[in-house]
C-alpha cells in the first residue's frame, strides 16, 4: 500500500516544526506583561495568612467569541512564588466547550488589593498560541507542566502531535521559563 505524500514526516518538516515550537517558548519567556510581580501583602507573619486565590473566582482575559460560553479551569495549584507571606494561584484555563480542544492558557493569580476577585498578576502561556497544557505542578517555588502543540493547521485539533516539557522559575521579580531539549533531535530552545 502507498503512503499518501501528505502522511509522511520528513526532517525538514520537523526542524520546521521544532523551530516554530521554539519561537513560541522564547517569545513566552522574553514578553512578560507589564502586570508580572504580583503585588506585595500587608500580610508580615511570614507565612501565608490565607488560602491562594480562588480560580473560579477570576475574570481571564480569554477570547470566548461573541456571547462566550464561560471559561472552565481545568486545573489549579497555590504557593508563595515571591516570598511575600501570602499564596499566588497558578490556573490552567480555557474557553469552555462543548465538543473539540479549544487552547489552553496559564495565568498566575494574586488577591486583589480591595480584597475583591483575584487579579491575574502573570501569563505563563497565552491562548493565542494554539497549546493544550497538561501536568502542572508546583515545587520549591517553580511551575512545571507540559505543553502539547500541533506541527501544521492539518493536525486535528483533537490530536497533539507535539510535546515539550517547560518549567517556569521565580527569579529576580518575574517568571524565567526554562524548556527541556526537544527529544529524538537534539534541538533546544
Do not use: N
Request: glycine content about 10%; charged content about 20%.
Amino acid at each position: 500500500m502507498t503512503e499518501l505524500p501528505h502522511t509522511r514526516s520528513r526532517t525538514a518538516h520537523w526542524l520546521a516544526t521544532a523551530a516554530a515550537l521554539a519561537a513560541v517558548l522564547g517569545a513566552t519567556a522574553l514578553l512578560q506583561p507589564a502586570t508580572a510581580t504580583p503585588a506585595p501583602s500587608s500580610s508580615s507573619s511570614g507565612g501565608s495568612s490565607a488560602p491562594a486565590p480562588d480560580p473560579d473566582q477570576a475574570r481571564y482575559p480569554l477570547d470566548c467569541g461573541q456571547g462566550g460560553s464561560g471559561t472552565d479551569v481545568l486545573d489549579a495549584a497555590g504557593a508563595d512564588f515571591d516570598g511575600d507571606g501570602t499564596d499566588e494561584t497558578v490556573a490552567v484555563v480555557r474557553c469552555r466547550a462543548h465538543g473539540g480542544t479549544p487552547p489552553s492558557a496559564v495565568f498566575v493569580l494574586a488577591r486583589a488589593a480591595d480584597g475583591g476577585a483575584p487579579r491575574v498578576a502573570a501569563t505563563l502561556v497565552e491562548q493565542k498560541e494554539g497549546m493544550s497544557v497538561d501536568d502542572v505542578a508546583v515545587r520549591d517555588a517553580g511551575i512545571s507542566a507540559t505543553l502539547l502543540g500541533y506541527s501544521s493547521s492539518d493536525v486535528p485539533r483533537c490530536c497533539p502531535d507535539k510535546r515539550r516539557k517547560v518549567k517556569w522559575e521565580w527569579r529576580e521579580g518575574k517568571f524565567v521559563l526554562r524548556a527541556a531539549p526537544v527529544a529524538g533531535r537534539g534541538l533546544s530552545v
